[in-house]
């Protein structure tokens, strides 16, 4: 097919074993390809280099605080719903240095880390992932606030995103409007069918990697396939949350006690902050060498479900773990609407089920609702 | 909220780092709680760097960490920043260690101001407890700058004992400048001749124009609720009433998350808020 | 120079374990040599000089009369005591005794347990005298060592997380055990600080740096005693290295009644 007529917008088929091309085109470009991968018995998010790096065959079945991965009879390579890992950890990492003070007499000279950041290519960004990456794009690159590490990051990035044919137990991303169709913002997005992947070409870059690669026009019925595949993948979305009185639910009911009911259970671990795709909270550490020379600041994620979260000279604002949960749900699904113009969450269900007690937010959310006492 | 003014000190390539600005002079003022005076020294910045009353800097010791200090100076005075702290966590106590000539990390100005402007024409009362007249102070210079430009003006402080109380020599001043003084202490000594009791009291002893009055308040979070309940039960309207608040901040940019209070991150969207902005969270315990 | 802080460290009932890790900073072993006046280090070196000392760094658990006399005259002579690792914050292994019978135990270890004298409980040193910062773990981790000396030199409080283990494990991309395996693990109730080491391993934590505060086991008790592998095995889990920390032993008992 002549070059020429690559249109961004426009839909082709690719052969999946041209699919390594394609990778091989963005490390042209510079791009670390990152993507899904078995390890043990999950998957996680590491440098891919080929197709067969790709979790071929499997699936995974993820209940309230449960994930296993299981092994198919089929060859398809997105099947997979994503595990603990999120992209936020190569945009947002979870320990970065801000910078090192060097003793120069009796002041400091500050050493910035370098400006150059990576150059990533994220392999397989679901719809609710895309969203959360725009929901934290909405964080690190305010007006009055901008941090040169995300915002470095993230001018680089490449998204090769997915359409989720096979959802899992825990999605939800219908009741949040951010899948399984992925939305704008991507460079490049697919869908698997059984033979080929159909790519939508979503911006210039996009547009420029895959120019040259036997693409093929795709036809009415591919593309019926691909919508037949969605339609079948949003049906098959069960779970729900309803978003209709968010986020005044959460603000009038400060005083549920419901939140008591669900520290009973709640281990204040932290695990649903840290697995969530849109949490952001972050604290600052300095580490000073023996012969104080040298100290360095760095940035490490936090949670507010940690005891020295809300602490401070007039005590701690949250001592318990009713209000620490109080807190890390009234903003996700409260006042982070106010905050950024969105809820802080994307149905992606990772809280539900990375959460060894599996408080499922989807389940206690509607209790809320009901008298308090 | 007005629009975005870039703060001074805040480097474009990584807003974490801090500019360095000497210690110039430090003031003993009481028990545990000193002044100290910077200057920053990139001349540049020293000339340019500016703030509104009720902003805080974060200052910055290396190892040590970072805190929200108020700004305690005149901002109109552009010589030099004052930061009254009193020494209680671990970098305020290393603060505390600092000599004349060495230098802190300065990050700012951060947050709202005192709406100085928009309370022009108004009477207006500031009610403070101990420390927390440190971010009053620029209100109280502002004042004394442009005393025509207001009504009358009471300022109703308190501190434990008479040894507590901030820049008592500055009483004096503010009295010339038509300005009412009140205050009061929880403990008296022999030399106190004034009264004893907590500040919200101290609204019984003057009568108020509630329609055309402000109040501004910084203190101890239980005086700041009784000062609202004074202020209110004069029927100062809750947009009248102006609360400085204390909480966390690490960032001061409304980024890491630390200081939220509801939808507010208290270093961004404060720390002065309209009490009509907290009404919904200020009586929520331990929220 | 001006003079250096003296730093002893006293070795209780113990592994030795603790007081390697001090050995084990070989990065750092030079400069801390020049910072700070080693005084008292059997481990390390011969040259052992009589207090008082700065610093005193305290490894292991008081199980004997002698002990206990020893442990009071080391807090007579150090301004700064700090118990390091779980034997000395909590008991360590040798607490297990405390829920059985001592003598018993002697019996069947010993062939002339008569020639014993020991204490019938392992007690953490702050149960005889107070203690001014104490470092959890088996054995405790070198760089929550060194932030110890370094902020003890720097006059400030040091920077030990409070967090659960949990938070160690998402931050350094290591799969949870828990959920992804059915692997029982104390992660979620146990204090941050060793880096997550055994997750990263494939094995669940078994709570070395003690129970992070306010810790709810009950909850993760009920979680870990649907998945038991053997009957038992979430009691076992508590009752390992920290099982004398006060919320792991209430945790057991419970599990027990």
């Given at each position: 097919m002549s070059q020429e007529k690559l249109e961004i917008g426009s839909t082709y088929a690719l052969p999946k074993a041209e699919f390594d091309n394609l990778l091989a085109r963005l490390k042209e470009k510079g791009f670390e390809t990152l993507g899904a991968k078995v390890d043990h018995e999950t998957l996680v998010y590491e440098p891919i280099s080929a197709l067969a790096d790709l979790p071929q065959g499997y699936i995974s079945e993820q209940k309230a605080g449960e994930f296993r991965l299981k092994k198919t009879h089929h060859?398809?390579?997105?099947?997979?719903?994503?595990?603990?890992?999120?992209?936020?950890?190569?945009?947002?990492?979870?320990?970065?240095?801000?910078?090192t003070l060097h003793k120069n007499g009796d002041g400091w000279n500050t050493e910035l880390p370098d400006v150059e950041q990576p150059k990533y290519a994220f392999i397989g960004v679901r719809g609710c992932e895309l969203s959360a990456i725009q929901i934290q794009d909405g964080i690190f690159m305010r007006e009055d606030f901008t941090d040169p590490?995300?915002?470095?990051?993230?001018?680089?990035?490449?998204?090769?995103?997915?359409?989720?044919?096979?959802?899992?137990?825990?999605?939800?991303?219908?009741?949040?409007?951010?899948?399984?169709?992925?939305?704008?913002?991507?460079?490049?997005?697919l869908t698997e069918l059984e033979d080929v992947f159909l790519l939508e070409i979503g911006s210039e870059i996009g547009r420029l990697v895959l120019q040259g690669l036997?693409?093929?026009?795709?036809?009415?019925?591919?593309?019926?396939?691909?919508?037949?595949?969605?339609?079948?993948?949003?049906?098959?979305?069960?779970?729900?949350?309803?978003?209709?009185?968010?986020?005044?639910?959460?603000?009038?009911?400060?005083?549920?006690?419901?939140?008591?009911?669900?520290?009973?259970?709640?281990?204040?671990?932290?695990?649903?902050?840290?697995?969530?795709?849109?949490?952001?909270?972050?604290?600052?550490?300095?580490?000073?060498?023996?012969?104080?020379?040298?100290?360095?600041?760095?940035?490490?994620w936090d949670s507010c479900f940690n005891p020295s979260y809300s602490y401070y000279a007039g005590g701690n604002t949250r001592p318990t773990i009713s209000t620490r949960y109080r807190q890390w749900l009234t903003h996700k699904l409260g006042t982070w609407k106010e905050q950024y113009g969105t809820l802080g969450c994307v149905g992606c269900g990772r809280c539900i089920v990375w959460c060894p007690a599996g408080i499922d937010l989807t389940e206690e959310i509607p209790l809320f609702r009901e008298e308090k006492s | 909220?007005?629009?975005?003014?870039?703060?001074?000190?805040?480097?474009?390539?990584?807003?974490?780092?801090?500019?360095?600005?000497?210690?110039?002079?430090?003031?003993?003022?009481?028990?545990?709680?000193?002044?100290?005076?910077?200057?920053?020294?990139?001349?540049?910045?020293?000339?340019?760097?500016?703030?509104?009353?009720?902003?805080?800097?974060?200052?910055?010791?290396?190892?040590?960490?970072?805190?929200?200090?108020?700004?305690?100076?005149?901002?109109?005075?552009?010589?030099?920043?004052?930061?009254?702290?009193?020494?209680?966590?671990?970098?305020?106590?290393?603060?505390?260690?600092?000599k004349v000539g060495d230098a802190v990390g300065i990050r700012g100005p951060f947050g709202t101001p005192w709406p100085m402007v928009e309370l022009e024409g108004h009477d207006i009362t500031i009610a403070a407890g101990g420390i927390g007249l440190a971010p009053l102070r620029p209100a109280i210079y502002h004042i004394m700058n442009h005393r025509e430009r207001y009504g009358k003006v009471h300022i109703l402080y308190g501190a434990r004992t008479p040894n507590d109380m901030l820049y008592p020599e500055e009483y004096a001043l503010w009295k010339e400048n038509d300005i009412h003084v009140a205050t009061t202490v929880d403990r008296a000594d022999d030399t106190w001749k004034g009264s004893v009791g907590v500040v919200p009291m101290l609204f019984y002893r003057y009568r108020m124009d509630a329609p055309k009055s402000a109040v501004l308040t910084c203190g101890p979070e239980i005086m700041i609720r009784f000062v609202i309940f004074e202020g209110l039960a004069r029927r100062v309207p809750a947009d009248h009433i102006y609360v400085s608040l204390e909480r966390n901040m690490k960032c001061g940019q409304g980024s890491c998350g630390h200081c939220q209070l509801g939808p507010y991150f208290i270093c961004k969207d404060g720390p002065v808020f309209r009490f009509d902005q907290l009404e919904d969270f200020f009586n929520v315990e331990e929220f | 120079m001006t003079t250096r802080p003296t730093l002893a460290v006293h070795k209780f009932s113990s592994c030795d374990g603790c007081q390697l890790q001090i050995l084990n900073m070989e990065d750092e072993i030079l400069d801390l040599a020049e910072v700070i006046d080693i005084a008292y280090f059997l481990e390390a070196t011969r040259d052992a000089r009589p207090g008082p000392y700065t610093i005193s760094m305290v490894e292991g658990s008081v199980t004997t009369e002698h002990e206990v006399e020893r442990i009071k005259k080391i807090r007579q002579e150090s301004t700064i005591l700090i118990s390091i690792g779980t034997c000395a914050t909590a008991g360590g292994i040798q607490a297990l005794r405390n829920v059985a019978d001592a003598d018993e135990y002697a019996n069947i270890v010993y062939p002339n347990p008569e020639y014993l004298s020991y204490l019938k409980e392992a007690s953490p040193i702050s149960e005889y005298v107070d203690v001014d910062m104490e470092l959890w773990g088996c054995p405790v981790n070198k760089k929550q060592l060194l932030e110890v000396i370094v902020a003890l030199l720097q006059n400030r409080r040091p920077v030990l997380p409070q967090s659960s283990v949990c938070m160690e494990c998402k931050q350094a991309g290591t799969i949870c055990v828990l959920v992804s395996e059915g692997v029982p693990c104390l992660g979620p109730v146990t204090q941050a600080g060793c880096g997550a080491i055994c997750p990263a391993n494939g094995r669940g934590c078994f709570g070395c740096f003690g129970p992070q505060d306010g810790a709810n086991t009950d909850s993760l008790s009920d979680i870990l005693t649907d998945i038991e592998r053997y009957p038992g095995e979430t009691k076992r889990l508590y009752s390992n290295i920290s099982n004398f920390a006060p919320a792991f032993y209430e945790a057991t008992r419970k599990l027990t009644d």
């Amino acid at each position: 097919m002549s070059q020429e007529k690559l249109e961004i917008g426009s839909t082709y088929a690719l052969p999946k074993a041209e699919f390594d091309n394609l990778l091989a085109r963005l490390k042209e470009k510079g791009f670390e390809t990152l993507g899904a991968k078995v390890d043990h018995e999950t998957l996680v998010y590491e440098p891919i280099s080929a197709l067969a790096d790709l979790p071929q065959g499997y699936i995974s079945e993820q209940k309230a605080g449960e994930f296993r991965l299981k092994k198919t009879h089929h060859k398809r390579y997105f099947d997979y719903i994503p595990g603990a890992h999120s992209w936020k950890q190569f945009l947002f990492p979870s320990r970065q240095e801000l910078f090192t003070l060097h003793k120069n007499g009796d002041g400091w000279n500050t050493e910035l880390p370098d400006v150059e950041q990576p150059k990533y290519a994220f392999i397989g960004v679901r719809g609710c992932e895309l969203s959360a990456i725009q929901i934290q794009d909405g964080i690190f690159m305010r007006e009055d606030f901008t941090d040169p590490t995300y915002a470095k990051r993230r001018q680089n990035l490449f998204i090769l995103a997915v359409n989720c044919l096979h959802p899992a137990e825990t999605c939800f991303c219908t009741s949040l409007k951010t899948g399984p169709k992925v939305s704008p913002g991507f460079d490049i997005s697919l869908t698997e069918l059984e033979d080929v992947f159909l790519l939508e070409i979503g911006s210039e870059i996009g547009r420029l990697v895959l120019q040259g690669l036997p693409l093929e026009a795709s036809s009415a019925f591919l593309l019926q396939a691909a919508q037949k595949g969605l339609e079948r993948a949003e049906k098959k979305i069960q779970r729900e949350l309803d978003t209709s009185d968010l986020p005044d639910l959460m603000t009038k009911n400060l005083d549920h006690n419901h939140w008591q009911e669900i520290a009973e259970r709640c281990l204040s671990c932290g695990n649903c902050t840290q697995v969530c795709p849109t949490c952001f909270c972050w604290d600052t550490v300095d580490t000073s060498d023996l012969l104080g020379k040298e100290t360095k600041r760095e940035r490490v994620w936090d949670s507010c479900f940690n005891p020295s979260y809300s602490y401070y000279a007039g005590g701690n604002t949250r001592p318990t773990i009713s209000t620490r949960y109080r807190q890390w749900l009234t903003h996700k699904l409260g006042t982070w609407k106010e905050q950024y113009g969105t809820l802080g969450c994307v149905g992606c269900g990772r809280c539900i089920v990375w959460c060894p007690a599996g408080i499922d937010l989807t389940e206690e959310i509607p209790l809320f609702r009901e008298e308090k006492s | 909220m007005t629009t975005f003014i870039k703060p001074s000190a805040v480097h474009e390539a990584q807003p974490m780092a801090p500019h360095w600005a000497d210690v110039v002079e430090i003031v003993h003022e009481a028990e545990g709680i000193s002044t100290y005076w910077l200057k920053f020294q990139d001349k540049n910045l020293a000339e340019t760097y500016s703030f509104l009353p009720g902003q805080f800097n974060m200052v910055y010791i290396p190892g040590y960490g970072e805190a929200a200090i108020s700004i305690s100076s005149d901002a109109e005075d552009r010589t030099r920043i004052g930061h009254t702290i009193r020494f209680v966590g671990n970098v305020t106590r290393a603060v505390s260690r600092l000599k004349v000539g060495d230098a802190v990390g300065i990050r700012g100005p951060f947050g709202t101001p005192w709406p100085m402007v928009e309370l022009e024409g108004h009477d207006i009362t500031i009610a403070a407890g101990g420390i927390g007249l440190a971010p009053l102070r620029p209100a109280i210079y502002h004042i004394m700058n442009h005393r025509e430009r207001y009504g009358k003006v009471h300022i109703l402080y308190g501190a434990r004992t008479p040894n507590d109380m901030l820049y008592p020599e500055e009483y004096a001043l503010w009295k010339e400048n038509d300005i009412h003084v009140a205050t009061t202490v929880d403990r008296a000594d022999d030399t106190w001749k004034g009264s004893v009791g907590v500040v919200p009291m101290l609204f019984y002893r003057y009568r108020m124009d509630a329609p055309k009055s402000a109040v501004l308040t910084c203190g101890p979070e239980i005086m700041i609720r009784f000062v609202i309940f004074e202020g209110l039960a004069r029927r100062v309207p809750a947009d009248h009433i102006y609360v400085s608040l204390e909480r966390n901040m690490k960032c001061g940019q409304g980024s890491c998350g630390h200081c939220q209070l509801g939808p507010y991150f208290i270093c961004k969207d404060g720390p002065v808020f309209r009490f009509d902005q907290l009404e919904d969270f200020f009586n929520v315990e331990e929220f | 120079m001006t003079t250096r802080p003296t730093l002893a460290v006293h070795k209780f009932s113990s592994c030795d374990g603790c007081q390697l890790q001090i050995l084990n900073m070989e990065d750092e072993i030079l400069d801390l040599a020049e910072v700070i006046d080693i005084a008292y280090f059997l481990e390390a070196t011969r040259d052992a000089r009589p207090g008082p000392y700065t610093i005193s760094m305290v490894e292991g658990s008081v199980t004997t009369e002698h002990e206990v006399e020893r442990i009071k005259k080391i807090r007579q002579e150090s301004t700064i005591l700090i118990s390091i690792g779980t034997c000395a914050t909590a008991g360590g292994i040798q607490a297990l005794r405390n829920v059985a019978d001592a003598d018993e135990y002697a019996n069947i270890v010993y062939p002339n347990p008569e020639y014993l004298s020991y204490l019938k409980e392992a007690s953490p040193i702050s149960e005889y005298v107070d203690v001014d910062m104490e470092l959890w773990g088996c054995p405790v981790n070198k760089k929550q060592l060194l932030e110890v000396i370094v902020a003890l030199l720097q006059n400030r409080r040091p920077v030990l997380p409070q967090s659960s283990v949990c938070m160690e494990c998402k931050q350094a991309g290591t799969i949870c055990v828990l959920v992804s395996e059915g692997v029982p693990c104390l992660g979620p109730v146990t204090q941050a600080g060793c880096g997550a080491i055994c997750p990263a391993n494939g094995r669940g934590c078994f709570g070395c740096f003690g129970p992070q505060d306010g810790a709810n086991t009950d909850s993760l008790s009920d979680i870990l005693t649907d998945i038991e592998r053997y009957p038992g095995e979430t009691k076992r889990l508590y009752s390992n290295i920290s099982n004398f920390a006060p919320a792991f032993y209430e945790a057991t008992r419970k599990l027990t009644d």
